[in-house]
């Protein structure tokens, strides 16, 4: 299906980008400074965790990022189980030191509440800077479009009013909060494809690999597009 959007599909060459949105989102946040209290080294820990998702995703699902590169989403396609990054605790421990149990502690109460039917899931939506809101608005306009293709419903968790309010813009509609060790609440968010049949396979079309990609710093991986 061909979508016109004003977004492009992130490749490999693209991680250091939006890990670099990535960080400078979060730092300023109550949440980031719950992950790594010492403000001296948070931009630089916000940017190597980031980093282990953001290449999971090109592997298990997908980044879009405006063209200016300003925004960006990424996405897991939780169509069936995914395993978690290769050697998740002792990557974060060594890219997090001190606070890794932080980022443990976050993610295992994220993945507990996690809907167990098949979904697209919402891991990151980042538009730092002062026109952050209308960047984020543009950027999952046309990620959106994308996911929707999937046939899938699509997931978030919101952390923020404002985060909530985007998203229920967007179409998504709240499930029960539940609270996560950083002290705030997490709300869950919902939305259904346009496209959505109610069956979790059949007409749907899952994302076919694409082929290796060489990263500006020589590195290469697979990713997944959508078929």
């Not at 959007?5 to 949105?21: E, G, K, N, S, Y």
């Not at 630089?44 to 965790?49: D, Q, S």
């Not at 189980?81 to 443990?104: K, M, N, S, V, Y």
Request: net charge positive; glycine share 8%; with cysteine.
């Amino acid at each position: 299906m061909s979508v016109s959007t004003p977004v492009v599909r992130a490749r490999w060459c693209d991680i250091d980008r939006i890990v670099d949105l990535v960080s400078d989102a979060v730092s300023p946040t109550p949440l980031g400074a719950w992950l790594v209290p010492d403000e001296r080294r948070r931009s630089g820990v916000l940017a190597a965790a980031a980093r282990i998702w953001v290449e999971h995703a090109l592997l298990f699902g997908d980044a879009f990022l405006l063209p200016d590169g300003t925004a960006a989403t990424v996405w897991f396609h939780r169509y069936r189980p995914i395993p978690p990054p290769a050697r998740c605790p002792d990557r974060l421990a060594q890219a997090c030191g001190a606070d890794h149990e932080r980022f443990l502690d976050l993610g295992r109460a994220l993945a507990a509440r996690r809907p167990v039917e098949p979904h697209i899931h919402l891991a990151m939506l980042a538009a730092p800077g002062p026109a952050g809101f209308r960047r984020a608005a543009a950027v999952l306009t046309g990620a959106q479009r994308w996911m929707d293709t999937l046939s899938l419903p699509t997931y978030a968790e919101a952390l923020t009013d404002a985060d909530r309010d985007l998203y229920r813009r967007h179409g998504y509609t709240d499930r029960d909060a539940f609270p996560v060790p950083s002290g705030m609440l997490a709300q869950p968010m919902w939305r259904l494809s346009p496209f959505w049949t109610g069956r979790s396979g059949g007409n749907a079309r899952w994302p076919a690999r694409r082929p290796l990609v060489r990263g500006r710093n020589g590195r290469s991986g697979a990713a997944l597009k959508q078929a």
